[in-house]
C-alpha cells in the first residue's frame, strides 16, 4: 500500500541517522542485524525515562531520534535509583557488622602466602603439598613450643620480681630529689597518697576494679579465640592455594587469563618473600637486642625481646619504637648510662639493618621506593592499625606492579 510505504520510509531513514551504523537505504534486515545491541540500550532507556508508545512493526519500538519526543517518567527513575542506592547501604552495613571476620581472613590470606613460598620449597623437591604444609605446621609447633618453654618460666620469674619490687620502685621514686623538690611547692604525694587510700576503700572502686579484671580476661579470651581462628583457616587456605588460584583465572575472559595468571604470580611471590624476609629481620633484631639487654644489665630481658620482635616486625617505625621501649626501661633501672649505652649500639645497629641486612634478606621480596613505602606505611596504620601497617608495603607493591604492566604499557603503545 502506498500509505504504508510511505510512512514506513521515514522511520527507516529515522533509524539509520539515529547513529546504529546502518545507511538508510539499507532495509529492515541491515538495521535490525548490525544495530540490535544499540536498539537494546535505546529501548532501556525509553522504558526508563519515558518515551512514545509508537512502535514500527519492523524495526520494533520507536526511539527518541525518529520521533524527537521524550516523555520522563520520573516515579520509574526515581524507584530504580532508589533500589541502587538502598543495594549500596546494605552492603555497606553487611560489610560493617562483618568487618571482625574480614580482619581475620585478610590476616589468615597474609600469612598463608607468607608460608607458601616454604611450602613451594618442598614442592619442587617431589613432596606433595599437603605434605609440605605438615611440615610447615609442624616446624610452627615445635618453634613455638620451644619458645614458650624457654620463655614462659623467665616470665614468670621476672613478673614476680616487679610485683615483689614494686614497693621498692615507688619508694626510690618518691625519694627522688626531684619529686620531693616539686613536693614541696605542690604537695602531690600527700595528695596522691590521700587519693589512694579513699579508692581502696571505696566498693565502687573495688567494683571496677573487678570489673576491669574481667573485662581484661574476656579481650585475652577474644584474642586467643580469633589467633585459633586465624591460624586454623591460614592453615587452610594454605592447604588449597593453587585450586583458589585456579577458580580465580577461571573466571578471567580467557584472552586475558595467561596475563592474569602471570601479574597474580608474581604480587602472591612477593608477598610471601616480604613476610619471610621481614620475620628474618624482625628476629635478627630481637636477638641483637637480647644480646645488648644482657650485656648492659636491663632487666625483663625475655618480656623486652618478645616485644621488640612483635614490634620490629612492623616496617620502617617497628624499630624505632621498639628501641624506645627499651630505653624507658633502661631509665629506671640500671640506670641513664646503661640506657645511653644501649641507645648508642641498638640505633647503630638500625642503621647496620636498614642499609645491609634488610636489603640483602628483601632483594628477592618487594621493591618500593621509600616515600612511597612511609606514605604507604602510614596510610594503612591509620586505616587498619597495625594489620593494615603490616599489610601496607605489600600492597603498595602489588598497585605499582599493576600500574607498571597494565597502564604504563598501554601508555607507551599508543
Known sequence: MPNAEAQSGPDIA??????????????????????????????????????????????????????????????????????????????????????????????????????????????RRGWPRIGGVLVVLGGFV?????????????????????????????????????????DEHLGILDELETRVDDALNSPDVLGGIFNGVVTAGTVVGQVAFGALIVFVLAMYILVSLPGLKTFAYSIVPASRRARTSQLTEQITAGVGNYVIGQAT???????????????????????????????????????????????????????????LTYAIFYFSYLQVEAYLISPKIMSRAVKVPGAVAVIAVVAGGSLLGILGALMAIPVAAAVLLLVKEIWVKRQDAR
Open 142 to 182: 615445635a618453634v613455638a613450643g620451644t619458645v614458650l618453654a624457654l620463655l614462659i618460666p623467665q616470665l614468670v620469674t621476672q613478673i614476680t620480681q616487679l610485683v615483689n619490687h614494686a614497693p621498692e620502685i615507688i619508694d626510690s621514686v618518691v625519694a627522688n630529689s626531684t619529686v620531693q623538690s616539686i
Open 14 to 123: 529515522g533509524d539509520g541517522a539515529a547513529g546504529d551504523g546502518t545507511q538508510p537505504n539499507g532495509g529492515a534486515e541491515g538495521v535490525t542485524t548490525s544495530g540490535t545491541g544499540s536498539h537494546e540500550r535505546q529501548r532501556w532507556y525509553q522504558r526508563l525515562l519515558g518515551g512514545p508508545e509508537r512502535s514500527n512493526p519492523r524495526l520494533g519500538p520507536a526511539t527518541e531520534a525518529s520521533t524527537g519526543q521524550v516523555r520522563l517518567r520520573p516515579v520509574a527513575f526515581g524507584f530504580s535509583m532508589g533500589l541502587g542506592l538502598a543495594f549500596v547501604v546494605l552492603l555497606w552495613i553487611l560489610l560493617a557488622s562483618l568487618d571482625q571476620l574480614l580482619m581475620w581472613i585478610a590476616l589468615a590470606l597474609f600469612i598463608a602466602l607468607g608460608l607458601d613460598p616454604v611450602v613451594r620449597f618442598f614442592e
Open 281 to 339: 629481620v624482625a628476629i635478627c633484631n630481637a636477638v641483637f637486642a637480647f644480646i645488648l639487654m644482657s650485656i648492659v644489665g636491663v632487666p625483663y630481658r625475655a618480656l623486652l625481646s618478645i616485644g621488640v620482635a612483635m614490634l620490629a616486625f612492623v616496617p620502617l617505625v617497628g624499630g624505632v619504637c621498639a628501641g624506645i621501649l627499651v630505653l624507658l626501661v633502661a631509665l629506671f633501672d640500671p640506670g641513664w648510662q646503661a640506657a
